[in-house]
């Protein structure tokens, strides 16, 4: 006949432990589930979501200062493009500097992210140094992806501050802008273009391309 076990009194001493031996598994369970939710709560909240994030592709780096600089700066040129109510401007920076075209690994990866960039829906404002806009500009993956200066520039502009390429203008130098200068920019061999949006259609997209053409006007503006 088998034994019967008595279960101690709740909330005593021996209780805690015979909860603990009969049910240890299920607790840690528990409490590994509950640290997970909470984490994630936790990182949902804290979560930037940015309204435009600038692609700067060059042959140099921007120091982390000027990068938070410039990130700032653009942020108030900008309108809340996701309805958060705030404004967030990201800088995102692909260097194609002298060491890293000495590493094929590099260079492949680089690559990579760079075609992914132009791929993605939400990559719509970009900095180049003039080596790199005339390599991305050479690309036949990139043919007819930026919007020409005319369709979004507002005003004249001088034809020296223009890059022609084939049959269109699709960038503007910045070495007269007023924003850069005032960041202590050294913008003289830095140009903006702004790719297409390639879903109209979507509000939350055209909202992003609107603020990308907003930016973009901000900082050609001379002093």
């Known amino acids: 006949m088998a034994e019967m076990f008595e279960k101690p009194k709740k909330f005593s001493g021996e209780w805690f432990r015979y909860v603990w031996d009969y049910y240890k598994v299920h607790i840690l369970v528990a409490v590994a589930v509950i640290a997970?939710?909470?984490?994630?709560?936790?990182?949902?909240?804290n979560t930037v979501h940015y309204d435009v994030n600038i692609n700067y592709i060059a042959s140099n780096v921007l120091s982390?200062?000027?990068?938070?600089?410039?990130?700032?700066?653009?942020?108030?040129?900008?309108?809340?493009?996701?309805?958060?109510?705030?404004?967030?401007?990201?800088?995102t920076q692909l260097n194609f500097t002298d060491e890293a075209m000495q590493n094929a690994?590099?260079?492949?990866a680089l690559e990579?992210?760079?075609?992914?960039?132009?791929?993605?829906?939400?990559?719509?404002?970009?900095?180049?140094?003039?080596?790199?806009?005339?390599?991305?500009?050479?690309?036949s993956a990139t043919e007819g992806?930026?919007?020409?200066?005319?369709?979004?520039?507002?005003?004249?502009l001088s034809e020296e501050l223009l890059y022609e390429y084939g049959d269109g203008i699709y960038a503007v130098n910045l070495k007269n802008s007023a924003i850069l200068t005032e960041l202590g920019i050294d913008a003289s061999g830095m140009f903006v273009a702004v790719r297409m949006n390639y879903k109209p259609e979507?509000?939350?997209?055209q909202k992003s391309f609107e603020n990308c053409v907003a930016l973009a006007n901000s900082l050609i503006k001379e002093s």
């Not at 997970?36 to 990182?43: H, Q, Y």
């Not at 990068?67 to 309805?83: H, R, W």
């Not at 992806?145 to 004249?156: K, R």
């Not at 979507?202 to 997209?205: P, Y």
């Open 36 to 45: 997970l939710i909470a984490v994630t709560v936790v990182e949902v909240l």
């Open 64 to 91: 982390f200062d000027v990068s938070d600089n410039l990130a700032n700066k653009a942020a108030e040129q900008i309108e809340d493009g996701n309805g958060d109510g705030e404004k967030h401007v990201s800088v």
């Open 105 to 108: 690994n590099q260079i492949m």
């Open 112 to 139: 990579n992210k760079l075609m992914t960039v132009f791929a993605s829906e939400d990559e719509m404002m970009f900095l180049f140094d003039e080596a790199m806009l005339k390599d991305v500009l050479d690309m």
């Open 145 to 156: 992806v930026f919007v020409p200066v005319s369709q979004w520039a507002d005003g004249d």
């Open 202 to 205: 979507d509000e939350k997209l």
